[in-house]
């Protein structure tokens, strides 16, 4: 699952054309838009916008280990109009607090620091974006996952050359129109990389069958959950038959198999499963 | 290596970080307060950052020696660790780093100085004792020298005090700093050792045992002290022929007779890092396996515990003498009941 928060519909729009996202129809507090995996959300414009909407899109499904974009655009103390840049750092202007994105693979672009602004910059005084709503989003999404998913793209809009107030609503589409590619390769990777988390957490093997087939206390469930997982690590080829299992009638004589299952494992850590 | 530093405000003009900073010219350089707030922040990943960790350059503030728990000496009673950087090159499977701590980008300390001072103030309270002071507790003491210079600027230090005993804890062969410095009798390059097969599945970008057995090979002839470290013993079914081998292997390299001591150390991890680490590697057939809990820390079951440390105990000490023989002390080195 991937979430991208965009802040206007205008920088929406060409990415819900190239992600060929619908419409949700749902009387919500956002525009919403979604497809499979991928959701998209407009919060408007500023941080409380994009904290709002942030927390709004997770309660409608959560899903910890979800990644989580924030794409749009920035002005930009030095870069070049046009310049896509991953954020590396995030400023609160008001404040001076500061989070820091995990960047935990190689960028496809430039990165930079970005100082989130109550209003449009037009001095631009610091080699840095200039936005409004990443130190609104990117705490808020990093309650909800971890700092290695969480990210945000700005594509330059303008800067010391190229003032905002000649900016319009085909400029801006344009402008993050350049770079879809780059936004659809950071969504498969990062989705990926949530997939693969997910995966971590899933519950072991068997875990959903026994529990329906015997009943467990609350403590036998996670003593369960250990010992399959276990089973899973050290033997994940070899299933249980029906005949060890016909004659268990309780939670307790599970525990008990599985411990003497484990038990009777022999342990080769140098080949792929054990003996 | 690091596509990204991130560097506190205060160390920003400390010649070191300058020389570490020139070594990554391409390097994307990210100012910070304090280290803490990208190292020591909840909701982040250590395995995911362990793919690409960043570099990290912060001044150790507070207390920069630690007393060494008690009976994990090597032949005095006043033991001190310190650490000059956090994290590890290596990605070791066993390491209770990942689970200790929430981030795996690597953290140099540049004040030296700090840390030189901080140890001298101990060797004059001293006095007569022998204190010895062990690094490589939270990094290998070697692997990342390239870059932090760390030996080589610690070796006049060394030099400069032979009441005192300095160990370097290692699993690198980059051992370039010792072989161009006379060797010291205070200075004991340790290697960590494990079994070669099972080395290659736990011990991740760590150089093979052979290559470690040459670095011992080439230092003890230069007459370094030289320590091994079968820490932490790993068990498996057949670990009597995989210890034996290593065993054999090492002293055909190796004079037992120039070592300057041998420790052996079971594996055992306190509970809350086993359990971080378990939720961050659960496929992971060391952490599943054989395990027990007692007084907080999870180790191997009491009899497979004693069981390896007598075994291994009993074949080392038909190689070395019980003089420079140092089992670690474990809570699970109980008879069973």
Redesign the interface.
Known sequence: MLNLIVATQTEARPLIAHFHLQAANLGSAFPLYHKDDLRLIISGIGKIAAAAATAYLFGLAPENLAAWLNVGIAGHGQAEIGQALLI??IVEHSSGR?H?P??????AC??T?AITVERPEEEYPEPCAYEMEACGFWPTA??F????LVHCLKIVSDNKENSIKTLNKQRVEALIAQHLDLVENLVQLLSA?AAQ?AQ?RHP?LHFDHFLKRWHFTATQRHQLQRLL??W???SPERSFTEDQLKDLHTGRDILSFLRHQ?AD??????STS?? | MF??I?IEEAVLQYARTREILARFPNA?H?P??RYG??FN?K???FR??K??PALILARKHGNLLLEAPPGYGIGSQRNFYFSHMLNCLYDCRYCFLQGMYRSAHMVVFVNFEDFQDALAKEIVQANDDTPYFFTGYDCDSLALESITNFVASFMDFFAAHPQAFFELRTKSVNIKPLLHHPPLPNCIAAFSMTPS??A???EVGVPPVDSRLDAMAKLQTLGWPVGLRFDPL?????YRDHYRALFAAVFARLDPDQLHSVSLGQFRLPRQIYKTMY??M?????????LDEKAGMVSYKSDLALEMHTFCSEELLRYISPQIFFPCPSTTLESPS
């Open positions: 590396h750092k500061t820091y995990a960047i935990a693979f190689a960028p430039p990165t620091t990093n309650l996952s971890t700092a290695e990389t988390l971590r072991p997982a276990h899973q690590a050290l484990l494992l022999s342990l080769d850590l140098c054990s003996i | 596509d990204f991130y994307t990210i910070c307060q707030e990208v922040r909701a982040q990943d995911l950052q793919q690409k097969d099972i290659k599945v736990l790993i068990y498996q079914s057949n939720q961050l659960p496929d992971e057939k060391l952490l599943a396996y054989g």
